[in-house]
């Protein structure tokens, strides 16, 4: 008994604010107090007093009778008990076991090896912790383990510094730290919702109905642990942290669309990246080869699924990308015709300069024979009409084409 000269301290640490002016703070202390057990293992003790028998609670209240004879510490320990404690319970073991070498390993003895009484008293302290164990309320919530924990851990601070300390500022204390854990924990339920949901989606409208369903667990947590404040300052805060954590997902979503789609347009044009560095379309022809390798492998792209929001925006970028190779490819088809055509027309000239010779040659044959009179006037001007015709029809043949050509060079 001497050992709780504590709690001859707590009644100057203590303040109760009570609902009525009347009301003398010594009447509202003891409501606040929690019931008195005091356990005793003295196996040589004797439960008489003068002669007679008593119970475990009445040699408690015996106890705390003040005793004249005894300095003053004595009695003020008991008196501090018997006004903070008004609910007190006693209980009294016996020995454990009478076997010396139980005594030695009682941590590891089957109960079954204990004694009867002991265990029937140990029986009677259980049941008694349990009917008389209420949950502590404080601000009409029931306090947890961690929570009651808190508040002791505080309250022991602030004795053993010596100050007072005010319920009211620890219970504010406490409930910021038990709301912290309970926006972590929240926070926590909302990311593991959120990442049940296989990113990249298309539908923006999906991404945010499955916001909508991971926020409600996540307050469902939230209100389960939480403890009330006036300004809903971690409500407030959950909220903020929720919406910034949807922001990071529709940009993750973003960046995992991306992703994917340029691993699939890699797949889907790989045959036409190889037979590009193999200079296929390089040769005749090539171009076309290449539009329609072109579009086959676009076609492949659009129908690939799960690209996401993203698969639009990469393939016009793709696009804008190869837009220098496209063009080069064709220009070279286009040289390569005209040139084909340059060539042939270039024959046809040659082929011209020599019916032209030949028809001069004729011409100049008749020419001899009309002087050496063997041949007529008529014979030799039908042939000066068809070498004029046909010179100007290839001088005609001729300048079409070059203006053709000039025409697709603007172009």
Sequence with gaps: MSDLHIVTKLKNFIKIKTQTNDSKEEDELWKTCLPFVWVIRDFC??????GKEVTADEYLETCLLPNQEKNKEYNECRKCITELFPDRKCFIFPQPTTKVKHLRNLENIADSELDEDFVAEITKLRDYVYSR?????????????????????TFTECISRGDAPSLQTIVQSMADRENSKVVAAADTCYRESMDKLVLPVKDAFKLQQHHIESERKAFDVFKQLYFPDKDYKFQNELKVKLQTLLQQYCKRNKEESEKKCRTILIHAFKEVEEKHMNGEYA?????????????????????????????????????????????????????????????????????????????????????????????????????????????????????????????????
């Excluded at 003790?45 to 003068?50: A, K, S, V």
């Excluded at 404080?138 to 924990?149: A, D, E, F, I």
């Excluded at 009179?373 to 014979?379: A, I």
Aim: with cysteine; aromatic share 6%; proline share 3%.
């Design 45 to 50: 003790l004797e439960m008489e007093i003068d």
């Design 133 to 153: 164990a209420e949950p502590r309320i404080v601000q009409g919530v029931p306090l947890n383990g961690r929570m009651l924990s808190t508040l002791l851990q």
């Design 283 to 411: 040769k005749p022809g090539g171009y076309r080869k290449y539009i329609a390798d072109w579009n086959l492998a676009e076609e492949e792209y659009l129908s690939a699924k799960g690209k996401g929001p993203k698969g639009e925006k990469v393939l016009l970028e793709f696009k804008k990308n190869k837009a220098g190779e496209a063009n080069r490819l064709a220009m070279n088809e286009c040289l390569y015709w005209q040139t084909k055509e340059l060539e042939a027309e270039k024959q046809k000239v040659t082929i011209a300069e020599m019916e032209e010779k030949l028809l001069r040659d004729k011409m100049t044959s008749l020419q001899k024979q009309k002087e050496m009179g063997e041949t007529n006037e008529k014979e030799m001007a039908e042939l000066i009409q068809t070498f004029k015709a046909d010179k100007q029809k290839n001088r005609e043949e001729i300048e079409a084409f070059m203006q053709s050509a000039l025409e697709k060079k603007k172009h």
